[in-house]
């Protein structure tokens, strides 16, 4: 049986983004020193969502996470895409200003 861990909660984020496929490549992860080879990762409350391979990175999904709020309003990638086809994503680091908001409606 492999060993358990429960991930710190920004790397459980970090999993579930790449199980969805969001990222690729392996999570950043801050393994215990006790834990090499095949790595079972859980979430808090002790459900299996993947395992991990210490040596190769490799991360393979056992279950769709469940934990966390309003995870009942959780929709796939796929599905977002499904709904959402043109998306206009815009990146803010500041307050918007009024010319800004109008060029954003323009575009969208």
């Given at each position: 049986m492999p060993t358990q861990w429960t991930p710190s909660a920004r790397e459980l984020d970090d999993l579930e983004l790449v199980l969805l496929g969001v990222v690729e490549g392996p999570p950043a992860l801050a393994l215990p020193d006790i834990a090499e080879g095949r790595i079972e990762l859980t979430d808090p409350e002790g459900l299996p969502l993947a395992t991990y391979d210490?040596?190769?990175?490799?991360?393979?999904?056992?279950s769709h996470p469940e934990f966390g709020p309003f995870r009942r309003y959780h929709r796939t990638p796929a599905d977002v895409r499904a709904q959402h086809p043109d998306p206009l994503?815009?990146?803010v680091t500041?307050?918007?200003?009024?010319?800004?908001?109008?060029?954003i409606q323009a575009a969208a």
């Open positions: 210490s040596v190769t990175g490799a991360v393979t999904a056992l994503a815009v990146a500041a307050p918007l200003t009024q010319d800004a908001v109008e060029m």
